[in-house]
Nanobody
Framework: HVQLVESGGGLVQAGDSLRLSCAAS????????MAWVRQAPGKEREFVAA????????YYSNSVKGRFTISRDNAKNTVFLQMNSLKPEDTGVYFC????????????????WGQGTQVTVSS
């Protein structure tokens, strides 16, 4: 079965950086889109960034564009999210997600999910 395990969250000050990791296992991800989705308390899940497994094409929400970078290491089956210039509104649980085919900005279209890692940004 597919397993996605996030790590790297923590408590930081506004303006700081964090790097999240997602360890993926259970299948070959060729043809898949890998994504990061976040959820603030009491709010619905929000698309953050996505990357195609083979070509490495990247996509970002407007709220993080220019501050966050998604990448992957195919040999290690790992996806990363480098988060710079963090703001309090970036606070939430960050989930790694995957789906077959092209990327979307709609979280319910993703088929596989990790358990999430907490990111808290204070000011």
């Amino acid at each position: 079965h597919v397993q996605l395990v996030e790590s790297g969250g923590g408590l930081v000050q506004a303006g700081d950086s964090l790097r999240l990791s997602c360890a993926a296992s259970g299948r070959t991800f060729s043809g898949y889109t890998m994504a990061w989705v976040r959820q603030a308390p009491g709010k619905e899940r929000e698309f953050v960034a996505a990357i195609s497994w083979i070509g490495g094409r990247t996509y970002y929400s407007n709220s993080v564009k220019g501050r966050f970078t998604i990448s992957r290491d195919n040999a290690k089956n790992t996806v990363f999210l480098q988060m710079n210039s963090l703001k309090p509104e970036d606070t939430g649980v960050y989930f790694c997600a995957a789906k077959f085919g092209t990327w979307t900005m709609t979280p319910p279209t993703y088929d596989y999910w990790g358990q999430g890692t907490q990111v808290t940004v204070s000011s």
